[in-house]
């Protein structure tokens, strides 16, 4: 039997009972940001549930700014504070052992908690402290070695025995919505010797998730392939966004610098590890084997629906350029933890890790501009005749993604963002 909210929820909302997503958000009666879930067009204002002890205890880390003191509770309060919730949003729900009443049947109690999805301003969800983006897509990297070094050298000698990554700039990591202004920097144009200081003419995105760090480790003490999971508090949507002109002139030897530090942008709900649970899918078969300490038993992949639309600013609606999904990772987000802590790195309670760009097997399952236009050689046309072989000013780039169940979804929402003209 599917689990069922009290609250009407429509089947194609990503915000189900199934899910009840963390963010951060304020209203304009309250302006001091504070955590809520959402469950369809609604945010619940888990301040105001903790505040009037609806809860089994008093938790005392919702009213906060971010959601850092909650993800460093540990892994038993996460699954206890979501079983809570699911309880009293649950159609079938009884009240909790010690509440005064039944939220169902409180309407007075509903009108502070339940806040119509369009009178809040989401905030980030976490103070990151660092970021570190992977490079775990298999058919991404031979894409893109194809292009820069032929298909005999695709993938490096490296690449199929270690999730690649590099440390990103946690600073400059933005909420969805945020505009992107196009970044200025060094570039060495066809035919010429010397680069120029130019506007990037080679703007692009990418499709990737995200996992945030609940509960680190000390320094010196690597986190286990079979204790990964206990660290992992839930993923966001993520858009590295990329300078590919840049990035051509400065990779070598060191990779992505300047080409990628201008802007990350992420959703703004934070989907559990527990939630998307049910979603657990094998992922691609590795061979060679894995080193014994990247090697895991249990299916990590998962099964989460990408989308990629984009929308120029004579467009009337956006068009989808890319569908893709998670499960065609390559190095699984538990491989990726592992590998960054194996020489004693300490994470902490906060620090994100991107999965790198996600592509698919088909040329329409892509994850960025560079691969879907083949490095500009094969334009994309719009539903309006445009051309794109990278974004344009103007244009507006939105990530969507969710797990389909049965008659419900888990899913992220979305992660947009719209182009603007270099700043001289």
Same mark, same amino acid.
């Given at each position: 039997?599917?689990?069922?909210?009290?609250?009407?929820?429509?089947?194609?909302?990503?915000?189900?009972?199934?899910?009840?997503?963390?963010?951060?958000?304020?209203?304009?009666?309250?302006?001091?940001?504070?955590?809520?879930?959402?469950?369809?067009?609604?945010?619940?204002?888990?301040?105001?549930?903790?505040?009037?002890?609806?809860?089994?205890?008093?938790?005392?880390?919702?009213?906060?700014?971010?959601?850092?003191?909650?993800?460093?509770?540990?892994?038993?309060?996460?699954?206890?504070? /979501?079983?809570?919730?699911?309880? *009293? !949003?649950?159609?079938? @729900? $009884? +009240?909790?052992?010690? &509440?005064?009443?039944? =939220?169902?049947?409180?309407?007075?109690?509903?009108?502070?908690?339940?806040?119509?999805?369009?009178?809040?301003?989401?905030?980030?969800?976490?103070?990151?402290?660092?970021?570190?983006?992977?490079?775990?897509?298999?058919?991404?990297?031979?894409?893109?070695?194809?292009?820069?070094?032929?298909?005999?050298?695709?993938?490096?000698?490296?690449?199929?025995?270690?999730?690649?990554?590099?440390?990103?700039?946690?600073?400059?990591?933005?909420?969805?919505?945020?505009?992107?202004? /196009?970044?200025?920097?060094?570039? *060495? !144009?066809?035919?010429? @010797? $010397? +680069?120029?200081?130019? &506007?990037?003419?080679? =703007?692009?995105?990418?499709?990737?998730?995200?996992?945030?760090?609940?509960?680190?480790?000390?320094?010196?003490?690597?986190?286990?392939?079979?204790?990964?999971?206990?660290?992992?508090?839930?993923?966001?949507?993520?858009?590295?966004?990329?300078?590919?002109?840049?990035?051509?002139?400065?990779?070598?030897?060191?990779?992505?610098?300047?080409?990628?530090?201008?802007?990350?942008?992420?959703?703004?709900?934070?989907?559990?590890?527990?939630?998307?649970?049910?979603?657990?899918?094998?992922?691609?078969?590795?061979?060679?084997?894995?080193?014994?300490?990247?090697?895991?038993?249990?299916?990590?992949?998962?099964?989460?629906?990408?989308?990629?639309?984009?929308?120029?600013?004579?467009?009337?609606?956006?068009?989808?350029?890319?569908?893709?999904?998670?499960?065609?990772?390559?190095?699984?987000?538990?491989?990726?933890?592992?590998?960054?802590?194996?020489?004693?790195?300490?994470?902490?309670?906060?620090?994100?890790?991107?999965?790198?760009?996600?592509?698919?097997?088909?040329?329409?399952?892509?994850?960025?501009?560079?691969?879907?236009?083949?490095?500009?050689?094969?334009?994309?046309?719009?539903?309006?005749?445009?051309?794109?072989?990278?974004?344009?000013?103007?244009?507006?780039?939105?990530?969507?993604?969710?797990?389909?169940?049965?008659?419900?979804?888990?899913?992220?929402?979305?992660?947009?963002?719209?182009?603007?003209?270099?700043?001289?």
């Amino acid at each position: 039997m599917t689990l069922k909210s009290f609250i009407e929820i429509d089947p194609d909302s990503d915000f189900s009972i199934q899910n009840l997503p963390y963010g951060v958000f304020s209203t304009k009666a309250n302006p001091s940001p504070r955590i809520g879930s959402r469950i369809g067009d609604f945010v619940v204002d888990l301040a105001v549930l903790d505040d009037e002890k609806i809860f089994d205890k008093q938790y005392g880390f919702f009213n906060e700014p971010t959601l850092n003191k909650f993800m460093s509770a540990r892994r038993g309060v996460w699954k206890e504070t /979501r079983k809570a919730l699911t309880n *009293l !949003l649950s159609s079938d @729900s $009884s +009240p909790l052992k010690n &509440a005064r009443v039944e =939220l169902s049947r409180n309407d007075a109690l509903q009108s502070r908690v339940f806040i119509p999805v369009e009178e809040i301003q989401m905030h980030l969800p976490v103070a990151i402290g660092d970021y570190t983006d992977f490079y775990a897509s298999r058919e991404h990297a031979t894409n893109v070695g194809i292009m820069f070094r032929g298909k005999e050298n695709a993938l490096m000698p490296n690449w199929l025995h270690l999730p690649i990554g590099y440390h990103g700039r946690a600073s400059s990591v933005i909420l969805s919505g945020e505009d992107i202004i /196009r970044p200025r920097g060094q570039v *060495l !144009l066809p035919n010429e @010797s $010397s +680069p120029q200081f130019l &506007a990037s003419r080679s =703007l692009d995105f990418e499709l990737e998730m995200a996992f945030f760090i609940g509960t680190g480790n000390h320094l010196g003490q690597p986190i286990s392939i079979e204790n990964a999971h206990e660290h992992i508090f839930g993923m966001v949507l993520l858009n590295d966004w990329s300078a590919r002109d840049i990035q051509a002139w400065e990779y070598q030897p060191l990779g992505p610098f300047l080409s990628k530090n201008f802007a990350t942008s992420i959703s703004p709900w934070v989907v559990t590890m527990d939630a998307l649970e049910p979603f657990r899918v094998a992922g691609p078969r590795q061979d060679p084997a894995p080193l014994p300490y990247l090697q895991i038993v249990s299916d990590y992949g998962y099964d989460i629906r990408l989308e990629v639309t984009l929308q120029s600013n004579s467009m009337n609606e956006p068009h989808v350029i890319s569908r893709s999904n998670m499960k065609y990772l390559y190095w699984n987000i538990a491989q990726q933890l592992t590998h960054h802590t194996v020489t004693g790195c300490n994470m902490r309670t906060g620090d994100m890790c991107g999965t790198g760009t996600i592509s698919g097997p088909t040329e329409d399952s892509y994850g960025s501009m560079l691969e879907l236009t083949w490095r500009g050689e094969k334009p994309i046309t719009l539903p309006n005749g445009e051309m794109r072989k990278f974004l344009q000013d103007g244009d507006t780039v939105t990530l969507k993604g969710y797990c389909q169940g049965d008659g419900y979804r888990v899913g992220f929402g979305e992660v947009s963002g719209k182009i603007l003209e270099s700043r001289k």
